[in-house]
């Protein structure tokens, strides 16, 4: 599959301090998908259809600082999930079903709990509450997910990451994908990888998303911790179980106390980048809910 393949509309909408590109797929009830690193509007490829055809209007964002978004800051979650706030109002005013992976997780975690107005349902893929992450992180030092985090403490170094996310085509873009998956065959066509090698060169790219990883290590290290309401809404977290990055164990079981109308819904033999090795379960997973 190409982004040609695929019968979206491409757009660029003015925030109020950015220039956001987003696509845009199918009628009815809104559904915001956001991305998560190193990917960008087309982690979503398989899903875009499948939602369209089940009657919504589906819109995948490059978040602020990936593709074809403007590259600057401030990329704190207050600040993202504005973004996504803003393009809500400016597309379909109202409450959206908020689909998160990732970073894109952390950034719907974020939106349902401190700006709920702008959330009908909140599904995350893959990513721990933004409280939970902490809390295992600065007060229980759980060792092991520590040493499973050890790519966000190198993030921190200067000019070297972006040199390495860059360097070859954006090859550790793709080895990220590849390497992080338990069934590669979704990951063999070059084609079908482009966007995403295209995305991290485009000039400021690498160095804007890793912005996300920089301004989150001086937040934990200097700022406050952070203090959430729950979320009120239904919540549904897909969790593909052999996530090398992110242990299942350490991070999931507690999330009620931020979530408390949670379901979890684990997909075994899975890796990280669980909407692409596994869509049609994703897919599976979603469309009830979101329909409620």
């Given at each position: 599959?190409?982004?040609?393949?695929?019968?979206?509309?491409?757009?660029?909408?003015?925030?109020?301090?950015l220039r956001m590109h987003y696509v845009?797929?199918?009628?009815?009830?809104?559904?915001?998908?956001?991305?998560?690193?190193?990917?960008?509007?087309?982690?979503?490829?398989?899903?875009?259809?499948?939602?369209?055809?089940?009657?919504?209007?589906?819109?995948?964002?490059?978040?602020?600082?990936?593709?074809e978004t403007e590259k600057h800051g401030?990329?704190?979650?207050?600040?993202?999930?504005?973004?996504?706030?803003?393009?809500?109002?400016?597309?379909?005013?109202?409450?959206?079903?908020?689909?998160?992976?990732?970073?894109?997780?952390?950034?719907?975690?974020?939106?349902?709990?401190?700006?709920?107005?702008?959330?009908?349902?909140?599904?995350?893929?893959?990513?721990?509450?933004?409280?939970?992450?902490?809390?295992?992180?600065?007060?229980?030092?759980?060792?092991?997910?520590?040493?499973?985090?050890?790519?966000?403490?190198?993030?921190?170094?200067?000019?070297?990451?972006?040199?390495?996310?860059?360097?070859?085509?954006?090859?550790?873009?793709?080895?990220?994908?590849?390497?992080?998956?338990?069934?590669?065959?979704?990951?063999?066509?070059?084609?079908?990888?482009?966007?995403?090698?295209?995305?991290?060169?485009?000039?400021?790219?690498?160095?804007?998303?890793?912005?996300?990883?920089?301004?989150?290590?001086?937040?934990?290290?200097?700022?406050?911790?952070?203090?959430?309401?729950?979320?009120?809404?239904e919540t549904l977290l897909v969790w593909?179980?052999?996530?090398?990055?992110?242990?299942?164990?350490?991070?999931?079981?507690?999330?009620?106390?931020?979530?408390?109308?949670?379901?979890?819904?684990?997909?075994?033999?899975?890796?990280?980048?669980?909407?692409?090795?596994?869509?049609?379960?994703?897919?599976?997973?979603?469309?009830?809910?979101?329909?409620?």
């Open positions: 599959m190409t982004p040609d393949a695929l019968p979206v509309r491409h757009h660029m909408v003015q925030l109020r301090s845009e797929l199918g009628e009815g009830p809104l559904v915001v998908l956001l991305h998560g690193f190193p990917e960008n509007w087309w982690s979503w490829r398989h899903q875009l259809g499948p939602l369209a055809a089940a009657g919504f209007r589906v819109i995948a964002p490059d978040l602020r600082g990936y593709n401030p990329y704190d979650l207050d600040t993202l999930a504005d973004d996504v706030c803003q393009l809500i109002d400016a597309v379909q005013p109202g409450p959206a079903s908020i689909v998160g992976h990732d970073w894109g997780g952390a950034v719907a975690w974020h939106l349902a709990a401190r700006r709920p107005e702008h959330v009908a349902r909140l599904a995350v893929l893959n990513c721990p509450h933004p409280a939970r992450f902490a809390q295992v992180l600065r007060h229980e030092r759980n060792a092991a997910q520590l040493r499973k985090s050890w790519y966000m403490f190198f993030f921190q170094l200067p000019w070297l990451p972006e040199w390495v996310l860059t360097r070859n085509d954006g090859g550790a873009v793709v080895r990220s994908l590849k390497g992080m998956a338990v069934d590669r065959s979704r990951f063999r066509d070059e084609a079908e990888l482009r966007p995403f090698r295209d995305g991290v060169q485009k000039p400021g790219a690498a160095s804007a998303m890793l912005g996300w990883y920089r301004t989150m290590m001086r937040q934990a290290l200097f700022g406050r911790p952070p203090d959430y309401p729950p979320i009120a809404v593909a179980m052999e996530d090398a990055a992110l242990g299942y164990d350490a991070l999931v079981p507690g999330t009620e106390k931020w979530a408390p109308r949670l379901k979890v819904a684990p997909i075994e033999g899975c890796g990280h980048f669980v909407q692409s090795e596994q869509p049609e379960r994703v897919t599976s997973a979603l469309l009830p809910f979101l329909q409620g």
